[in-house]
């Protein structure tokens, strides 16, 4: 545990004194998150954000005078128990910081978002082309397999009738 212990306060940045406890239950109020968490040193503030039927909504924020203090906070409460309710207790993040390593700017912030957006639209436009290409190839194949098929289908004398009859009209009498 003393191993533990070192390791969580060396994570704890000297700024780092506010932490958030999540997982209360509903029965819970400051006063009894205030002497749940004042073993472990002088407590500054505590927050517990209210939902819209006035209700807590199941996490609070302890402040801590010392950055020690909030770190041992940490160690001995994450996964205890409170009103049977296990706590997840950790260093809380600045509102709206994102998590490990994401980021929180808009993806049309990055440099490349544009050519990246253009290049995708491009390939789109050259598929449908590409397509739109193949089905007029299929249909100009599937004309002159017709057409093939209706001249072998005609037999050869209404050829040579349609030429007679071509010629009696021309002959004069």
Same mark, same amino acid.
């Given at each position: 545990?003393?191993?533990l212990r070192v390791l969580v306060m060396a994570a704890a940045p000297e700024e780092k004194r506010t932490l958030y406890v999540g997982g209360l239950d509903d029965a819970v109020t400051k006063e009894i998150v205030a002497s749940a968490f004042a073993p472990f040193g002088d407590i500054v503030d505590?927050?517990?954000p209210m939902s819209t039927a006035n209700k807590h909504r199941g996490f609070a924020f302890i402040e801590f005078?010392?950055?020690?203090?909030? =770190?041992? =906070?940490?160690?001995?409460?994450?996964d205890s128990v409170l009103y049977n309710r296990v706590l997840k207790v950790n260093f809380s993040r600045p509102i709206g910081a994102p998590k490990d390593?994401?980021?929180r700017r808009p993806v049309w912030e990055e440099d490349d978002y544009l050519a990246k957006q253009q290049a995708a639209e491009?390939?789109?436009q050259k598929a449908a082309l590409e397509e739109k290409q193949h089905e007029e190839e299929?249909?100009?194949k599937l004309h002159e397999q017709i057409l093939g098929e209706a001249a072998?289908?005609?037999?050869?004398g209404?050829?040579?009738a349609e030429e007679k009859g071509a010629a009696q009209q021309i002959t004069p009498e």
């Open positions: 545990f003393a191993i505590i927050e517990m005078e010392d950055p020690e203090d909030a =770190a041992e =906070a940490i160690f001995n409460m994450n390593g994401a980021t491009a390939a789109k299929e249909k100009q072998k289908a005609a037999p050869e209404e050829d040579e």
